[in-house]
Nanobody
Framework: QLQASGGGLVQAGGSLRLSCATS????????VGWFRQAPGQEREFVAS????????LHADSVKGRFAISKDNVKNTMYLQMSSLKPEDTAVYYC???????????????WGQGTLVTVSS
């Protein structure tokens, strides 16, 4: 199971840190990641990280502003978001999959989402 938290309302230019607690790892799971979905838009990739190597991917739209990290002891993944923009407003979902990939189809398990609202 994946439990996302940390969303909220923040002003543009501000920061938030999202957390995703995982209870165990499903079969074949090597990677955890974040996706987001804004109202009326499709879900899009934000960032991902491999549990063992720590290798990361970040979407171009968040590079330099967001950073994904993990704590293997706590089985928790984080997304540190800085320099937030109104266009970052979305429901953020954490997911677990078998490939370190920006494609949602590679992620087998999904959390419930946490809402991030960035005001201008």
């Amino acid at each position: 199971q994946l439990q996302a938290s940390g969303g909220g309302l923040v002003q543009a230019g501000g920061s938030l840190r999202l957390s995703c607690a995982t209870s165990g790892r499903g079969s074949g799971v090597t990677t955890v990641g974040w996706f987001r979905q804004a109202p009326g838009q499709e879900r899009e990739f934000v960032a991902s990280i491999k549990w063992v190597t720590g290798s990361t991917l970040h979407a171009d739209s968040v590079k330099g502003r967001f950073a994904i990290s993990k704590d293997n002891v706590k089985n928790t993944m984080y997304l540190q978001m800085s320099s937030l923009k109104p266009e970052d407003t979305a429901v953020y979902y954490c997911a677990a999959g078998t490939i370190n990939s920006p494609f949602s189809g590679h992620y087998r398990y999904w959390g419930q989402g946490t809402l991030v609202t960035v005001s201008s």
